[in-house]
Structure formats: C-alpha cells, structure tokens
T-cell receptor
C-alpha cells in the first residue's frame, strides 16, 4: 500500500521554538506539498517542491521554510513557532501531473503552539 | 484557476444512493476533476478522477456532462462510515503552477 508518512500525529511546542515536521513518501513521486488546514479556511498551500532541492512558495509561506534533500523526504520548518501556527499540517505527494491519480496525503500532524 | 461550488452539507440514510454535485463553470480544456474524502483528523483521500463522461471504480461513480461545467459524485448504498467531508478539485498542477484551489467541501452526514 502506497504511503505518505508524517513523523508525528500530535505535537505541542512552545512559542519561539524551532519546529521540524517530517514527511516521507514511498511512491517515487516527483512532487511534494505542505498544506495547513484550519476550520473555516480549508486547505492552504504553504510550500511545494517539484524536484529534489527545488522549492516554491505557496499561498502562505511566511514563517515557514522547507527542505528537500532527497526525493522521498520533504521537511517543513517553523523557524520560530508562534501561536497562530497552531494548526493541522498535511503533507501530500503526486506525480508530475495530478491528472494521474491526484494527491496522496499523509495522516496529518496536529501542532499546538503554547 | 477553476473555482468550484458545492453544497455546504447534505444528509442521507444508510443504504441510500447519494449524489453530490460540483459546479465549475470556468473549467479549462486540460483540467481534470478529482474528488477527495476526508474524515476528521485525517488527510484527504483520493476517491475518483475523471475528464469527461462517466468513470466508475469500486467505491464511487463520477458523472461529467458534455460541457464539463459540473460533475456529480455518486456514492451507492452509503453506510455510516461514509460520513465525511467531500471535496471537488478541478485543474491540474502542471497547468496551474502547482496550485489548486480547495473549497470548503460538502459535509455529508449519514444517519441510521
């Protein structure tokens, strides 16, 4: 069964901490994405990557950075966590075109910043 | 970027067929139509995808009229476990600079 695995289901961090969210996929997908999902706001794209060492900003990149050193791994970094970054974070991967089966999502990481 | 319009919520009963319609009036020639299902505290899960006419898989059917300005997800004989939010997504990341718009989805509640 193909998978996107996110390293943590739940995280609690303090304001100002540096936070790493890890995502690994085993489908040899070129594209990887980080979304956050908040009630009433839907899924919003933070960053995406279409190749190793490539990264592009999504709709809401402020306060975040990413790293993609290997094809299967895409990390989201909160440089200095703030309470407004409390959210559900979703990693996804896809083939070069989403017309070939769309996105595969991980189970999500619910991050609480206190 | 094509935008979609779906009902905010729907109710149905176990054993019934449920149809959820999505409007996408400005769909582009190369756009695919993809439906996802999401349970609370989980990531969305791919259900079905189509370009035109009808597509069927083991869990759902997708009906797309000739003008492609709408699509209907059909869930046969639903059960309580089909209670979820369903999203209609239109486009292809290849043509949209990797960004597709996620709407609010349709919250489907199945009653016993």
């Amino acid at each position: 069964d193909v998978k996107v695995t996110q390293s943590s289901r739940y995280l609690v961090k303090r304001t100002g901490e540096k936070v790493f969210l890890e995502c690994v996929q085993d489908m040899d997908h070129e594209n990887m994405f980080w979304y956050r999902q908040d009630p009433g706001l839907g899924l919003r794209l933070i960053y995406f990557s279409y190749d190793v060492k490539m990264k592009e900003k999504g709709d809401i990149p402020e306060g975040y950075s990413v790293s993609r050193e290997k094809k299967e791994r895409f990390s989201l970094i909160l440089e200095s966590a703030s309470t407004n970054q409390t959210s559900m974070y979703l990693c996804a991967s896809s083939l070069p075109t989403t017309g070939l089966g769309g996105y595969t999502f991980g189970s999500g990481t619910r991050l609480t910043v206190v | 970027l094509a935008k979609t319009t779906q009902p905010i919520s729907m109710d149905s009963y176990e054993g019934q067929e449920v149809n959820i319609t999505c409007s996408h009036n400005n769909i582009a020639t190369n756009d695919y139509i993809t439906w996802y299902q999401q349970f609370p505290s989980q990531g969305p899960r791919f259900i079905i995808q189509g370009y035109k006419t009808k597509v069927t898989n083991e869990v759902a059917s997708l009906f797309i009229p000739a003008d492609r300005k709408s699509s209907t997800l059909s869930l046969p004989r639903v059960s309580l476990s089909d209670t979820a939010v369903y999203y209609c997504l239109v486009g292809d990341i290849r043509d949209s600079n990797y960004q597709l718009i996620w709407g609010a989805g349709t919250k489907l509640i199945i009653k016993p």
